[in-house]
């Protein structure tokens, strides 16, 4: 369960999609990011744009931004991606790519080790595991949304109640005050 909750923290929302970085792909798969983008260059059919897709220069910006964060609460979990340093060789040369879990289900014919295979089974039943809680959210929102109309209801229900009490007791008061007024005429 460990596993998947950290997968789970490495799965970010872009462009309106579910995806993993190809940093925490390699570190997942204990490969090399060089060695898994080269996997994926020499099978790029099986890796249509709504698979994987290039990040940006701004969406890597504040992709960084979100992963700096993460990766100071989550001290004990290790990753490749590494923020910018001084020095050689401390600057990614090249934008990361992303995949969607379409993508990440390709993967795994792609590179062929019983790490990545397991990762593979892994990172599956954490997408599966997300869109679980998600359905989840919906139902609650939508019983929310029942709850808010059924009060909705309640209210326009207490109002008439409130509103036939006030005309009933504005009755009783009239009535009280026709009764106890004085009196003119004969009396006996």
């Not at 950290?6 to 999609?17: A, C, D, L, P």
């Not at 910006?61 to 923020?83: G, P, W, Y």
């Not at 397991?118 to 599956?124: K, S």
């Not at 209801?153 to 109002?159: G, S, T, V």
């Amino acid at each position: 369960m460990h596993i998947i909750q950290s997968i789970q923290n490495r799965i970010y929302e872009i462009r309106g999609e579910r995806v993993m970085l190809d940093r925490d792909l390699a570190a997942l798969y204990e490969v090399e990011i060089r060695v898994l983008n080269q996997a994926v260059k020499r099978n790029m059919k099986r890796f249509p744009k709504d698979f994987m897709f290039q990040l940006s220069k701004d969406e890597w910006e504040s992709m960084r931004f979100q992963i700096e964060n993460l990766d100071k609460q989550e001290k004990s979990l290790s990753s490749q991606i590494v923020t910018l340093k001084t020095g050689r060789g401390q600057h990614t040369k090249y934008l990361p790519y992303v995949f969607t879990e379409q993508g990440v289900a390709m993967l795994s014919g792609v590179l062929n080790s019983d790490r990545a295979i397991n990762m593979n089974i892994a990172i599956m039943r954490a997408f599966v595991e997300i869109r679980r809680v998600l359905i989840q959210q919906n139902d609650i929102r939508e019983q929310l949304k029942l709850i808010k109309e059924r009060m909705g209801e309640h209210d326009a229900q207490l109002n008439q109640i409130y509103d036939a009490m006030e005309n009933l007791l504005d009755e009783k008061a009239a009535q009280r005050k026709w009764e106890d007024r004085e009196r003119i005429g004969f009396k006996k």
